[in-house]
């Protein structure tokens, strides 16, 4: 899915105040970028945990664990802490990163913490066998479901992707040459996490299905839809975004769950004019509201030892106007 790979950063002094916050259940705070350090506010979070309870279009991230300064050295500048409050959710992507790093702690007892007194929810990245037996696929679930717990993450990312192909419309992108059984099986193991994860378990719990795909049948996309709260759309490379969306995906999922990935690491997300990430924050689908859209290397939108998360804060802006 990606490639590239950092003492922790001491907590700025206060916390920070959106300038523009709800007055009522009509208005949706401004998520911006004019920033205020104040006193810790149980006002503040209570009024940012509402604005991420409301309807809009969501701001996730992939945090690459590998280039936190607690895996590797870089002067303590990237941290957790310092994700922008308006992030609705926080995607741990590990990699790099032993068992035995400071950073798993940190994760636990003040990363995670810090994040959810704030309302965002943090999930974390998994990949899935396409094939198991029916022990295998009950012991992947458990082994998913104590991670789950022993973090207190929100939910799971389920990593569902493979090399480019063409379709015979020339739509490019991720190429499912599967045969029928190989979506059956995939089918198996999302509706088993579905008992745990998602809008059909009734725990709460997030489950995102992060792919890549411009050729998957209707009916699989039509038969998981209910277990999945987001499909994250990985579409790095730009381009064909309403071909993309009217020929592989509209009439199988709801729009309100579709959601852009563009990728910060490789440094796409800043190209263009307007930026892409900007693009992706502007573009609509032609049969209602998007889900929101998300970054791989979240960490990374700056320079690559100090992240400014300045297009994260003004995409938030762009799909979600201060009323």
Same mark, same amino acid.
């Given at each position: 899915?990606?490639?590239?790979?950092?003492?922790?950063?001491?907590?700025? !002094?206060?916390?920070?105040?959106?300038?523009?916050?709800? %007055?009522?259940?009509?208005?949706?705070?401004?998520? $911006?970028?004019?920033?205020?350090?104040?006193?810790?506010?149980?006002?503040?979070?209570?009024?940012? *945990?509402?604005?991420?309870?409301?309807?809009?279009?969501?701001?996730?991230?992939?945090?690459?664990?590998?280039?936190? %300064?607690?895996?590797?050295?870089?002067?303590?500048?990237?941290? =957790? #802490?310092?994700?922008? &409050?308006?992030?609705?959710?926080?995607?741990?992507?590990?990699?790099?990163?032993?068992?035995? %790093?400071?950073?798993?702690?940190?994760? @636990?007892?003040?990363?995670?913490?810090?994040?959810?007194?704030?309302?965002?929810?943090?999930?974390?990245?998994?990949?899935?066998?396409?094939?198991?037996?029916?022990?295998? @696929?009950?012991?992947?679930?458990?082994?998913? $479901? &104590?991670?789950?717990?022993?973090?207190?993450?929100?939910?799971?990312?389920?990593?569902?992707?493979?090399?480019?192909?063409?379709?015979?419309?020339?739509?490019?992108?991720?190429?499912?040459?599967?045969?029928?059984?190989?979506?059956?099986?995939?089918?198996?193991?999302?509706?088993?996490?579905?008992?745990?994860?998602?809008?059909? +378990?009734?725990?709460?719990? #997030?489950?995102?299905?992060? #792919? $890549?795909?411009?050729?998957?049948?209707?009916?699989?996309?039509?038969?998981?839809?209910?277990?999945?709260?987001?499909?994250? =759309?990985? @579409?790095?490379?730009?381009?064909?975004? &309403?071909?993309?969306?009217?020929?592989?995906? *509209?009439?199988?999922?709801?729009?309100?769950?579709?959601?852009?990935?563009?990728?910060?690491?490789?440094?796409?997300? @800043?190209?263009?004019?307007?930026?892409?990430?900007?693009?992706?924050?502007?573009?609509?689908?032609?049969?209602?509201?998007?889900?929101?859209?998300?970054?791989?290397?979240?960490?990374? &939108?700056?320079?690559? +030892?100090?992240?400014?998360?300045?297009?994260?804060?003004?995409?938030?802006?762009?799909?979600?106007? !201060?009323?």
């Amino acid at each position: 899915m990606r490639t590239e790979r950092k003492t922790l950063l001491n907590l700025c !002094a206060g916390l920070f105040v959106l300038i523009s916050m709800v %007055s009522s259940c009509q208005k949706s705070i401004d998520p $911006n970028l004019e920033l205020e350090p104040v006193s810790d506010s149980i006002a503040y979070f209570e009024k940012l *945990k509402a604005y991420k309870k409301s309807p809009h279009q969501i701001m996730a991230g992939y945090y690459r664990t590998w280039g936190d %300064s607690l895996v590797e050295s870089n002067a303590g500048q990237k941290t =957790m #802490l310092a994700i922008p &409050d308006s992030v609705d959710i926080v995607n741990v992507f590990t990699d790099y990163t032993p068992a035995t %790093s400071p950073f798993w702690t940190a994760l @636990r007892d003040q990363y995670i913490p810090y994040l959810h007194r704030r309302g965002t929810r943090v999930v974390y990245t998994r990949g899935m066998p396409w094939t198991m037996s029916v022990a295998d @696929r009950n012991a992947w679930v458990q082994n998913i $479901n &104590d991670d789950t717990q022993n973090y207190n993450y929100d939910g799971i990312d389920l990593d569902f992707e493979s090399g480019g192909g063409t379709t015979s419309t020339g739509l490019f992108g991720g190429f499912f040459s599967g045969s029928q059984q190989d979506l059956d099986q995939i089918a198996l193991n999302i509706k088993a996490l579905g008992a745990h994860f998602g809008p059909s +378990s009734g725990t709460g719990k #997030l489950f995102i299905l992060d #792919l $890549n795909y411009v050729n998957l049948p209707p009916k699989f996309l039509k038969d998981i839809e209910p277990y999945i709260d987001y499909f994250f =759309m990985q @579409r790095y490379f730009g381009g064909q975004l &309403d071909k993309l969306y009217n020929e592989a995906y *509209k009439g199988n999922i709801p729009p309100g769950k579709y959601v852009l990935g563009a990728s910060f690491e490789d440094g796409s997300a @800043r190209n263009g004019t307007p930026a892409l990430f900007y693009q992706y924050a502007a573009w609509q689908p032609s049969d209602g509201k998007k889900g929101g859209i998300f970054s791989y290397g979240l960490d990374a &939108d700056g320079t690559y +030892s100090t992240p400014s998360y300045i297009f994260t804060k003004k995409a938030i802006q762009l799909m979600n106007p !201060a009323n």
